[in-house]
């Protein structure tokens, strides 16, 4: 291997301790930490649940750095799920990979959305419907995203017409990275 590259994933790896220690210091204390409990981040925790950590100018979820940890790499397109339902844990025991159209399933399972179109959205999820109306000027956005958010697909164009949520400017992408709905 030439020296360069050498040194290069010398650095890189370098970087990611690092991160990772700074990961374990928002665990919570080990003795709290049993195998099949939930562990909640003691870190940034946003309006919907999710455990944040920022680290090189970014930020990143925190399940999703406990899962590239505990159990390898996230694939492109997919998202890290809770078996817990609890949006703060890291415990890498509750953590799967699936799809948005899981998570979708998930909700309407557990209740967390009535079945067919369900009309109403957290505004978190507006948010991120804004990010993906966004970044996505495809025609065919508004039913995937219908599809996911598990709406009828005239709620999704309302918010793109401004019809709806008006507040909101700006979208953000919270719940995952699925970069599959960005192309
Ligand atoms: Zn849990």
Request: charged letters at 25%.
């Amino acid at each position: 291997m030439p020296l360069y590259l050498v040194n290069y994933k010398q650095k890189e790896q370098t970087r990611k301790n690092v991160f990772h220690r700074r990961f374990k210091k928002f665990l919570p204390p080990k003795e709290a930490r049993k195998p099949n409990e939930c562990w909640n981040w003691q870190g940034v925790i946003t309006s919907n649940g999710y455990g944040h950590i920022w680290y090189d100018d970014k930020n990143y979820q925190a399940h999703r750095v406990a899962y590239e940890i505990y159990k390898g790499e996230i694939a492109l397109g997919l998202i890290v799920r809770h078996t817990c339902d609890n949006p703060s844990c890291v415990n890498p025991n509750h953590l799967i990979l699936g799809t948005h159209v899981d998570n979708a399933a998930d909700m309407v399972k557990r209740g967390r959305a009535p079945k067919g179109a369900r009309g109403k959205l957290k505004e978190y999820e507006v948010r991120e419907i804004k990010y993906y109306l966004h970044k996505n000027k495809k025609a065919g956005v508004i039913a995937k995203l219908a599809r996911i958010y598990n709406v009828n697909p005239q709620t999704i164009a309302n918010i793109k017409n401004n019809k709806t949520w008006q507040f909101i400017k700006k979208g953000t992408l919270l719940l995952c990275h699925d970069n599959s709905l960005i192309g």
